[in-house]
C-alpha cells in the first residue's frame, strides 16, 4: 500500500494545497477571471426594474 497524494484530494485543505501548487494553479486562477467576467457580465444585461412614473415630489421645502 502506497500514500502518495496522485490522487484527488478528499478535504479542503487538500484541495486547496493542491490548487495552489503550480501547474493547477493557472487554471485556478484563469477559471476564476473568467467567472468573475461572465458573472459582471450577467449583471449588465439585467434590465433595471421601472420606478413608477410621478409628479413632482408631496413635500418640498419652502422658498424664503
Not at 1 to 18: A, E, I
Not at 36 to 56: Q, R
Amino acid at each position: 500500500m502506497r500514500n502518495d497524494d496522485t490522487g484527488p484530494p478528499r478535504t479542503f485543505k487538500g484541495l486547496l494545497r493542491w490548487a495552489t501548487t503550480p501547474p493547477q494553479a493557472w487554471g485556478v486562477y484563469l477559471l476564476a477571471i473568467i467567472l468573475v467576467w461572465l458573472l459582471s457580465f450577467y449583471a449588465g444585461t439585467l434590465k433595471p426594474k421601472k420606478t413608477p412614473e410621478g409628479g413632482p415630489p408631496t413635500a418640498t421645502a419652502p422658498k424664503g
